[in-house]
């Protein structure tokens, strides 16, 4: 897929921050699809959090940015969903390693924690580090495993 393409959804608390982030990343040359919420009205985030990952998982994107009053409702919801890796960032240098490392598939962001310009620059640096594989790769897999009901534990 090319150029990248970022599915965004929110709650409420995230709503103004994930329209940003949705221009933001467009004008910076993404493809974006916003799957909503479509105005600050009261509305629950695991709801969101399965309408990006399931259009994320369809393949009709690369990776999920999910925003809520603090990100980690969102993260709650999404990494129950399989297949989905969903990292709570509040910092540049962890969303960078989340990709290198975990192949995190789901930004999640705290709308009542970070500043725009903060998110801004998560967001950026989470959608254009690739994941390095490796030795990685064997560790990503062993969360698939315990994913899947297995255990490493035999
Ligand atoms: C909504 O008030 C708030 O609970 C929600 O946005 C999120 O922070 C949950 O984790």
Do not use: Q, W
Request: aromatic share 6%; with cysteine; proline share 2%.
């Amino acid at each position: 897929m090319d150029p990248k393409t970022v599915v965004l959804a929110s709650d409420h608390a995230g709503y103004s921050l994930k329209n940003a982030l949705r221009d933001y990343l467009a004008s910076e040359g993404y493809a974006v699809i916003d799957a909503g919420t479509d105005s600050s009205a009261s509305c629950d985030y695991p709801v969101y959090a399965e309408k990006a990952c399931r259009i994320l998982l369809a393949g009709d994107a690369d990776l999920a940015l999910l925003v809520c009053g603090t990100g980690v409702g969102m993260s709650l919801a999404a990494n129950k969903i399989p297949g989905v890796r969903a990292a709570c960032c509040s910092d540049v240098y962890t969303a960078k390693f989340t990709r290198l490392h975990n192949d995190a598939n789901a930004l999640c962001l705290g709308a009542r924690v970070l500043g725009e310009g903060l998110a801004r620059e998560i967001a950026d640096i989470f959608v254009s580090t690739e994941f390095e594989g490796g030795k990685h790769a064997r560790r990503v897999d062993m969360i698939r495993k315990i994913e899947a009901g297995g255990t490493l534990l035999d």
